[in-house]
């Protein structure tokens, strides 16, 4: 089963993604995002492709331009979000055959994601938004649409943005921060997907 929680690791290192990626791929996290504004991040994310590319869906975060998205497919990488919408990049990721997650907040936006070949859309922040916020947005969009709410997010709050119709989450600092062994990621990882399963099964 493919679940739909992004990871964002922001601010990892090169020397820890092989750990750190077994760690949420053994928990059941296999969707996960190394931010651009990390240290080293092609690198990170290469190596990560190259350790678990067979068994993740490995991409990029905070990603702004399309020279960005070149470099990205030249690596390997199969899925580029970021914190706006931007058409040229969701266009340029497409191009690449690489799947488009862009940040999004407002229903100009969302169309704009969607009409330019969006694969889901990124609620961000979504404490900001809110579940209200979310669910008037929501009853506009196609039937079909991907959502996931970013910013503010963790298992405390899933049920009621399961409630709402949400269809995943990206967790940041509530998975992943600079410094934290991968044990302890194995461990918030596991809280993760015990709660997203009894909410979303």
């Known amino acids: 089963m493919t679940r739909e929680i992004i990871a964002i690791l922001r601010g990892i290192k090169p020397d820890e993604v092989a750990e750190i990626t077994d760690a949420l791929i053994s928990e059941g996290i296999s969707k996960i995002e190394v931010p651009l ?21 490995i991409g990029a975060g905070t990603v ?13 990488a199969k899925m580029v979000v970021s914190p706006d919408c931007n058409s040229d990049v969701i ?3 497409k191009a690449s055959n690489m799947l ?10 969302s169309f704009t994601a969607l009409r330019n070949g969006a694969d889901g859309l990124k609620f ?6 809110g579940i209200e916020g979310f669910k008037a947005l929501k009853s506009v969009l196609p039937a079909n649409t991907k959502t996931y ?23 940041g600092s509530s998975l992943y921060k600079p410094g934290i062994t991968a044990r302890e990621i194995a461990l918030n990882a596991r809280e993760t997907v015990k709660a997203y399963d009894h909410f979303f099964n």
């Open 124 to 129: 961000f922040p979504a404490s900001l938004l």
């Open 149 to 171: 709410a970013v910013g503010g997010i963790g298992p405390s709050n899933f049920q009621e943005w399961e409630a709402a119709g949400i269809t995943g989450f990206g967790m």
């Open 91 to 93: 266009q340029a990721t």
């Open 64 to 76: 702004l331009d399309e020279e960005a998205v070149k470099q990205l497919a030249g690596i390997g």
């Open 100 to 109: 488009s997650y862009p940040g999004v907040f407002t229903a100009s936006e």
């Open 37 to 57: 504004n990390s240290p080293d991040p092609f690198t990170s994310i290469e190596r990560m492709l190259k350790h678990a590319g067979d068994r993740a869906t």
